[in-house]
Nanobody
Framework: QVHLVESGGGLVQPGGSLRLSCVAS????????IGWFRQAPGKERERISC?????????NYATSVKGRFTISTDSAKNTVYLQMNSLQPEDTAVYYC??????????????WGQGTQVTVSS
């Protein structure tokens, strides 16, 4: 059984940084498609970053985070990271990692983590 567990969320001031981690168990990250999503109160879940390890590690980012957020992996630790810089109050949300066997990141990812809260406030 595959499990994804996120960590690293918290309270940060505007302009600050956080690094989220997502540890996978029950399956390796090899060749998988991995994404980070977020959901703010009263809003729909938003895909913010996707990494396709089955297609040479292609990444893409939502316009709202491009240039500020970076997705990466550590295969030895079976972990996916989301480095978030220059955080703003509008980045406040619950952040989720998700994974599927192949293809593009969509709302229909196969496995989801439980989420970690990120709050950006002074």
């Amino acid at each position: 059984q595959v499990h994804l567990v996120e960590s690293g969320g918290g309270l940060v001031q505007p302009g600050g940084s956080l690094r989220l981690s997502c540890v996978a168990s029950g399956a390796t990250l090899d060749e998988k498609t991995i994404g980070w999503f977020r959901q703010a109160p009263g809003k729909e879940r938003e895909r913010i970053s996707c990494l396709n390890l089955g297609v040479g590690g292609i990444t893409n980012y939502a316009t709202s985070v491009k240039g500020r957020f970076t997705i990466s992996t550590d295969s030895a630790k079976n972990t996916v990271y989301l480095q978030m810089n220059s955080l703003q109050p509008e980045d406040t949300a619950v952040y989720y990692c998700a994974m599927k066997l192949a293809g593009f990141c969509t709302s229909r990812m196969t496995w989801w983590g439980q989420g970690t809260q990120v709050t950006v406030s002074s």
